[in-house]
């Protein structure tokens, strides 16, 4: 972090340290991946990006994993969609977790028998919790459709909304100190739902000694 701000209290909670009532938060990097879903990255994608239609292809996406796991071992996210989850899951460590985000904004079209309300998101590593803080539930409900407008909240086919972001930093138990790597920008909903979480400031820069 450059901000004014986070360097004030840096130095604030350094002097605080100096006497023992505090230990230095060590900050950790994280990650989320948004790519485009295996076998929709040519159809839904290839308009905006040339090298979209290469996530149809397995090789790619076990080649993203396999960055997520050497770039940023404390801890990342991935999401994928529910096709996908059983040719993408066998690509990843043994020690993932499989989160699900359920979306009420599901359209139910006739003729299908079996509507896809929920997507998948990948989970691996994330700082271990305190005592004093709560455990997190798998799952979230959460939809990114604006009520007032109809529309998508990012203006993105794809898009996440900003409720999704901040439950999955709370899932990795990320502070706002860490460094936090939107791997696919896309509309920049993502990043902006990150920075709005860290300018808050909710969550502390250190953590008191518990011995």
Same mark, same amino acid.
């Given at each position: 972090?450059n901000?004014?701000?986070?360097? !004030?209290?840096?130095?604030?909670?350094?002097?605080?340290?100096?006497?023992?009532t505090?230990?230095?938060l060590v900050?950790?990097?994280?990650?989320?991946a948004? *790519?485009?879903?295996?076998?929709?990255?040519?159809k !839904?994608y290839?308009?905006l990006?040339?090298?979209?239609?290469?996530?149809d292809?397995?090789?790619?996406?076990?080649a /993203?994993? #396999?960055?997520l %796991?050497?770039?940023?071992?404390?801890?990342?996210a991935?999401? /994928?969609?529910? *096709?996908?989850?059983?040719?993408i899951?066998?690509?990843?460590?043994d020690d993932? #977790?499989?989160?699900?985000?359920?979306?009420?904004?599901?359209? !139910?079209k006739?003729?299908?028998? /079996? $509507?896809?309300?929920?997507? *998948?998101?990948?989970?691996?590593?994330?700082?271990?919790l305190?005592?004093e803080q709560?455990?997190?539930?798998?799952?979230? $409900? %959460?939809? %990114?459709?604006?009520?007032?407008?109809?529309?998508?909240?990012?203006?993105?086919?794809g898009?996440?909304?900003?409720?999704?972001v #901040?439950?999955?930093?709370d899932?990795l138990? $990320?502070?706002?100190?860490?460094?936090?790597?939107d791997? !696919? *920008?896309g509309?920049g $909903?993502?990043t902006?739902a990150?920075?709005a979480? #860290?300018?808050e400031?909710?969550l502390?820069?250190?953590?008191?000694?518990?011995?």
């Amino acid at each position: 972090m450059n901000s004014a701000e986070t360097t !004030f209290a840096l130095e604030q909670e350094d002097r605080r340290a100096v006497h023992g009532t505090v230990e230095p938060l060590v900050r950790l990097r994280f990650c989320y991946a948004d *790519p485009p879903y295996f076998g929709l990255a040519a159809k !839904f994608y290839g308009h905006l990006h040339p090298d979209a239609a290469d996530y149809d292809r397995l090789e790619t996406h076990a080649a /993203l994993i #396999r960055r997520l %796991c050497d770039e940023w071992p404390d801890g990342w996210a991935m999401s /994928l969609h529910v *096709p996908s989850l059983r040719h993408i899951l066998p690509l990843c460590p043994d020690d993932v #977790r499989v989160l699900a985000w359920v979306k009420p904004m599901t359209s !139910f079209k006739p003729n299908v028998r /079996l $509507a896809y309300a929920w997507e *998948p998101i990948i989970l691996r590593g994330g700082r271990p919790l305190t005592r004093e803080q709560p455990t997190q539930r798998d799952w979230l $409900a %959460c939809s %990114c459709i604006d009520p007032l407008t109809g529309r998508l909240k990012s203006g993105f086919k794809g898009g996440k909304p900003e409720g999704l972001v #901040r439950w999955l930093l709370d899932v990795l138990n $990320a502070h706002p100190g860490d460094e936090i790597t939107d791997l !696919f *920008p896309g509309s920049g $909903a993502v990043t902006r739902a990150i920075e709005a979480w #860290r300018a808050e400031g909710r969550l502390p820069l250190y953590q008191a000694n518990r011995d």
